[in-house]
DNA sequence: CAGTATCCGTATCGATACTG
DNA sequence: CAGTATCGATACGGATACTG
């Protein structure tokens, strides 16, 4: 935790992070466990169903999450894969500081 | 570590965090103690002083970075304030998370 | 329910040239 | 050295309406 630690390469989670409302979905999905598509409209004020599927499907292209589909039931659901999971750490001390510095 | 344990508000480093090259500026920042303009521009690939410039200002706005000017050497430096600094450890995770999925 | 289609404004960023 | 000025491309995201 020291300012004087080696950082490296951050690249591929500010590929992810780095995209508006992206953080702020991956909370839910953290907490959650499962997550429906029209859940999360209601949940994330202000995001429209156009940018909220483009951040599913980055995120699904990228394995961070997947989709599980249920045909008969006309309803999906998304979970959050190993590598999903493994953001948790980084979303905690985002809200840490995030909280810290409200 | 457990992907149940409640994250909660994100935003105030995902405004930070969020803008293209930040990531990587700060990087420079958490190893060098105290870096300059040009060192930046040549350490980081494909900048441009314009966004540069940029982003040293958006950070010193938030109070992330200070700049300390030595007019009579006609250069001056950047250096983490303390805010600054409690976010090295959002990048070592962006860190780990970036090296093991790469 | 879970999206897609369309259209369009703007914010963001790059390139380049120039300055105190 | 440490920036600013100008201009222009485009990627991004919002609004809205529509569909399997």
């Known amino acids: 935790m020291t300012a004087t630690e080696t950082i490296g390469c951050v690249k591929a989670a500010t590929k992810i992070l780095g995209d508006k409302w992206t953080p702020q979905l991956l909370r839910f999905f953290v907490n959650e466990e499962s997550v429906r598509f029209c859940?999360?409209?209601d949940l994330v004020e202000g995001i429209n169903p156009r940018t909220l599927s483009a951040r599913l499907d980055a995120l699904e292209a990228e394995g961070i999450i997947e989709k599980v589909t249920a045909p008969e039931k006309s309803r999906c659901e998304y979970r959050l894969t190993k590598k999903g999971k493994e953001l948790t750490p980084?979303?905690?001390?985002m809200?840490?500081?995030s909280e810290q510095y409200a």
Chains 1, 2 share one sequence.
């Open 90 to 93: 980084i979303l905690r001390d």
């Open 95 to 97: 809200q840490n500081w």
């Open 39 to 41: 859940q999360i409209q």
